[in-house]
């Protein structure tokens, strides 16, 4: 274990955890709604500190960051815990840690410099904190991120967004990109499905912006739950208002967890908020989980082919220095070429 950050003693031996926008007060011998962080003896302490639970190389397409050093690859790392309780989520077998402990699920130790270490042996141009909510392993994110940005590594974040302000502000000067997971533009979607908020995600994302922190989202259509035209509009036209040049990842559900029962979203309805998207003035916008047009980069201004990508490789990028080749337009993102 390993004393937490972000946090305050109370009286009668309570703390108060500001690391997520959960704020938890939890009493001795209790722990957050993360199931990561405990109280002991007055004392917060994290649970998640050199616990790695997957460690794997992947194309930075997967996180899905696809104006972010495109075609590189990122060494992603995971530790147990989530801060959300989605019912469908794709890695509840380690987000949860209820779930995780009645599979028998394993960490291996590992410090901060062996993870650098392993990712510069890898070939990586970054590291990614994924899988799991990066927000509730910080304190090994934030050790890490340092040292990795001494060695040239970016950082990436592959979050819900429901972190606090003060943590962002820790870790901004070592963050350089994030997706972020915005799942629904319903109160009543994040209270019900997550047991979380909507505005402290909305909050997140406007701060990573004026941080300077490059952000793409993506929303996991769900049909019955999120997937109305009023939904999709109004994720649309937040991201638009906010900066037109965010890239929107629209993905399709497909049977988890909890709601194993629930159809795969239909093809239509992700066209159509693909459609929403763009006639909401968003300039990039992708399809996600579905192998098609929908994964390419196409220049706003002329309307050209400019990145072809199959599944997580990119087939072909036509950018010269980070320029449209046939109009001169600059695709806005990080090392683009």
């Given at each position: 274990?390993?004393e937490a950050?972000?946090?305050?003693?109370l009286?009668?031996?309570k703390?108060?955890c500001?690391l997520?926008?959960?704020?938890?007060?939890?009493?001795?011998d209790r722990?957050?709604?993360?199931?990561?962080?405990?109280?002991?003896?007055?004392?917060?302490?994290?649970h998640?500190?050199?616990?790695?639970?997957?460690r794997n190389?992947?194309?930075?397409?997967?996180?899905?960051?696809?104006?972010f050093?495109?075609?590189t690859?990122s060494?992603s790392?995971?530790?147990?815990?989530?801060?959300?309780?989605?019912?469908?989520c794709?890695?509840w077998?380690?987000?949860?840690?209820?779930e995780?402990?009645?599979?028998?699920?394993?960490?291996?130790k590992a410090e901060?410099?062996d993870v650098?270490?392993e990712?510069?042996l890898?070939?990586?141009?970054?590291?990614?904190?994924?899988y799991?909510?990066p927000?509730v392993?910080?304190e090994f994110?934030?050790?890490?991120?340092?040292?990795?940005?001494?060695?040239g590594?970016?950082n990436?974040?592959?979050?819900?967004?429901?972190?606090?302000g003060?943590m962002?502000?820790?870790?901004?000067p070592?963050?350089?990109?994030?997706?972020?997971?915005?799942?629904s533009?319903?109160?009543?979607?994040?209270?019900r499905i997550?047991r979380?908020?909507l505005?402290?995600?909305?909050n997140?994302?406007?701060?990573?912006?004026?941080?300077?922190?490059?952000?793409?989202v993506?929303t996991l259509?769900v049909?019955?739950?999120n997937?109305?035209e009023?939904?999709?509009k109004g994720?649309?036209?937040f991201?638009?208002?906010l900066?037109?040049k965010i890239?929107?990842?629209?993905?399709?559900?497909h049977p988890?967890?909890?709601?194993?029962?629930?159809?795969s979203?239909?093809?239509?309805?992700?066209n159509?908020?693909?459609e929403?998207?763009?006639?909401?003035?968003l300039?990039?916008v992708y399809l996600?989980?579905?192998?098609?047009?929908?994964?390419?980069t196409?220049?706003?201004?002329?309307?050209?082919?400019l990145?072809?990508?199959?599944g997580?490789?990119?087939?072909?990028?036509?950018l010269?220095?980070?320029?449209?080749p046939?109009?001169?337009?600059?695709i806005?993102?990080?090392g683009?070429?």
């Open positions: 274990m390993k950050l972000l946090y305050k003693k009286e009668d031996g703390v108060s500001f997520c926008s959960h704020l938890c007060r939890i009493a001795e722990w957050g709604i993360c199931q990561v962080r405990e109280n002991r003896g007055g004392t917060l302490f994290t998640s500190y050199g616990k790695l639970i997957a190389v992947d194309p930075i397409e997967k996180k899905p960051l696809y104006h050093l495109p075609g690859l060494y790392i995971a530790t147990l815990g989530c801060n959300f309780q989605c019912n469908f794709q890695n077998q380690i987000s949860q840690v209820s995780a402990e009645k599979l028998g699920v394993h960490s291996r901060p410099e650098v270490r990712a510069l890898s070939g990586s141009r970054s590291i990614s904190y994924t799991t909510e927000t392993f910080f994110a934030y050790d890490i991120a340092r040292p990795a940005k001494e060695k590594l970016c990436v974040f592959v979050t819900n967004g429901y972190m606090t003060e962002l502000d820790m870790m901004a070592f963050l350089d990109a994030a997706n972020v997971d915005l799942k533009f319903s109160n009543d979607f994040y209270r997550c979380g908020k505005d402290p995600v909305l997140s994302i406007e701060k990573m912006k004026k941080l300077g922190i490059w952000i793409e993506t259509i049909p019955g739950l997937d109305t009023d939904e999709m994720i649309a036209h991201l638009a208002g900066d037109k890239p929107w990842h629209i993905s399709r559900f988890q967890y909890k709601m194993d029962h629930q159809g979203t239909p093809m239509r309805t992700m159509r908020a693909y929403i998207g763009k006639k909401a003035g300039e990039y996600g989980n579905v192998m098609g047009e929908g994964n390419h196409y220049c706003p201004r002329c309307g050209s082919l990145i072809e990508r199959s997580f490789s990119i087939t072909e990028n036509s010269k220095e980070g320029k449209c046939h109009c001169g337009n600059s806005p993102g990080v683009m070429s």
